[in-house]
């Protein structure tokens, strides 16, 4: 089968055919319909210092998709058959350790990642476990299906900003900062704003329902948002995030920096008793569910956000246009 392959630890990928996986015990074996391409897969392609802690090549990689079942190597009781579609949650929980106890499975402490810490989804074929697979509901476009992933990102972010009838920033209008908003509005927010210096993301917040989308916030507003999600893990939009929170407000921390970052502590924690809280993926399966619901009931239509289509086989052509920073979500279809 075709696979797209970190195959050795520099940056780039090679676009090559490989023995097709066998799913082992507990496991499904997939035809991939589609798979998206994730800022973490960036990361990846350019070997930064966090890939090359978190991958042994040689590897498959892609964690966003959906696929269609068509082996299951498992006893275990199962609502899914064979022809299902469905799709994968990145993070693997083990089950076992203390924050599985207590039902905290995104943040398993003994978490394995897919894509990233075993094969992928950037494939004609992919295996996942049993117990990280989603069936989806058959109403939900078979495209938005591969997208759900980073859309149960920003639903988790916006339900712990508790949005309803406040004023919103949205720092970092990439895919999942686009989604956020499209979440917040159907969660009730009043006013919803989205900074990003690429006028192209900014005209396709517009299109997706934000009320204003700037290229910076101007000082005049700095202390009048009631809720910062932070989506864009840039030094310069952590800042703003600070200045712009009201007193008592609240951030939600989502975007990962590439640097080390300062708060004047007194200033903001203190002084504004602002609360940040912070989300490392979805909660299973909570999240999945509330995302399934909004889109079953179109409060969110994941096409919109859609922007690209490429072959497997062109990964590099859809790489540079998510470098380019110039699209929204980007399709690879196998």
């Not at 932070?230 to 939009?237: A, L, P, V």
Request: hydrophobic share 40%.
């Amino acid at each position: 089968m075709l696979a797209v392959l970190k195959e050795k630890s520099q940056s780039g990928v090679v676009i090559k055919d490989v023995p097709p996986p066998k799913p082992q015990k507990d496991e499904i074996l997939v035809k991939v319909k589609y798979a998206s391409i994730c800022g973490t897969d960036i990361a990846i392609y350019d070997w930064n210092p966090w890939a090359a802690a978190h991958i042994k090549p040689p590897q498959i990689i892609g964690h966003e998709m959906v696929g269609e079942v068509v082996e299951i190597n498992s006893k275990e009781k199962t609502d899914i058959i064979i022809g299902d579609l469905v799709s994968s949650e990145t993070h693997i929980f083990c089950q076992n350790c203390y924050q599985c106890s207590i039902k905290n499975y995104h943040i398993c402490e003994n978490m394995e990642l897919f894509g990233i810490g075993r094969n992928g989804a950037f494939a004609e074929y992919a295996t996942i476990p049993l117990k990280t697979t989603w069936k989806n509901d058959a109403s939900i476009p078979v495209e938005a299906m591969s997208v759900q992933e980073p859309l149960g990102n920003a639903v988790n972010v916006v339900t712990k900003a508790e949005v309803k009838g406040k004023k919103v920033l949205v720092m970092g209008l990439g895919p999942t900062g686009l989604c956020a908003g499209m979440v917040a509005k159907a969660y009730g927010a009043k006013e919803i704003v989205g900074v990003n210096r690429r006028e192209y993301r900014r005209d396709l917040a517009m299109k997706l329902g934000f009320d204003r989308a700037v290229n910076e916030i101007d000082e005049s507003e700095y202390g009048t948002f009631d809720a910062v999600l932070e989506m864009s893990g840039n030094r310069i939009g952590i800042q703003v995030a600070l200045d712009a929170v009201r007193i008592g407000g609240k951030i939600i921390a989502f975007g990962i920096p590439k640097e080390n970052i300062d708060i004047d502590w007194g200033k903001y924690m203190i002084n504004k008793e602002i609360t940040i809280g912070s989300v490392f993926g979805r909660m299973i399966w909570d999240t999945w569910k509330d995302t399934t619901k909004l889109l079953i009931d179109k409060k969110v239509d994941l096409r919109k956000i859609i922007t690209h289509r490429f072959k497997l086989s062109e990964f590099e052509k859809a790489m540079e246009v998510m470098k380019s920073g110039e699209c929204g979500k980007v399709l690879l279809v196998p």
